[in-house]
């Protein structure tokens, strides 16, 4: 018994098949992950939390933010396309920006939060009691 060769047409529209759906599972995921993105900045201001604590006020807090970040997040396409353009030479530009970007999104997230629960903001001053 012998194997019948594949038309090249069945191949390619079987590849494009695989790759458009490890593209929308890698997309899928990603947005999924984007909801943790505050655990870091909680450790920091929370040292003394339980791990378990602080992901759970991450998720409270980037509740209906996820979408927010992840278009962020494409904004800086070109920028981290640009890296390996120039081998490598924009990254000392391109992440520090980045990271102090996303910095600030994170801070603009769980301050709005608090606002939102009639808390004082957790990194930004409160404007009903300045530090003095």
Same mark, same amino acid.
């Given at each position: 018994? #012998? /194997?019948?060769?594949?038309?090249?047409?069945?191949?390619?529209?079987?590849?494009?098949?695989?790759? +458009?759906?490890?593209?929308? +599972?890698? +997309? !899928?995921?990603?947005? #999924?992950? !984007?909801?943790?993105?505050?655990?870091?900045?909680?450790?920091?201001?929370? @040292?003394?939390?339980?791990?378990?604590? !602080?992901?759970? &006020?991450?998720?409270?807090?980037?509740?209906?933010?996820?979408?927010?970040? #992840?278009?962020?997040?494409?904004?800086?396409?070109?920028?981290?396309?640009? =890296?390996?353009?120039? /081998?490598?030479?924009?990254? #000392?530009?391109? &992440? @520090?920006?980045?990271?102090?970007?996303?910095?600030?999104?994170?801070?603009? =997230?769980?301050?709005?939060? *608090?606002? &939102?629960?009639? *808390? $004082? $903001? !957790?990194?930004?001053?409160? @404007?009903?009691? @300045?530090?003095?």
């Amino acid at each position: 018994m #012998f /194997c019948m060769p594949l038309d090249p047409g069945v191949i390619l529209i079987n590849r494009l098949m695989i790759i +458009s759906v490890l593209a929308v +599972s890698i +997309s !899928l995921l990603g947005i #999924f992950l !984007l909801r943790y993105n505050l655990v870091p900045y909680l450790a920091i201001r929370n @040292p003394d939390e339980k791990i378990g604590e !602080l992901f759970r &006020q991450s998720i409270r807090m980037m509740k209906g933010h996820k979408g927010e970040l #992840f278009v962020f997040s494409l904004s800086y396409l070109g920028w981290m396309l640009l =890296v390996p353009l120039t /081998c490598g030479l924009a990254a #000392f530009y391109v &992440q @520090p920006y980045y990271n102090t970007a996303l910095t600030m999104f994170a801070f603009y =997230v769980a301050d709005s939060y *608090q606002a &939102q629960n009639g *808390q $004082p $903001p !957790l990194f930004g001053e409160d @404007p009903d009691h @300045p530090e003095e």
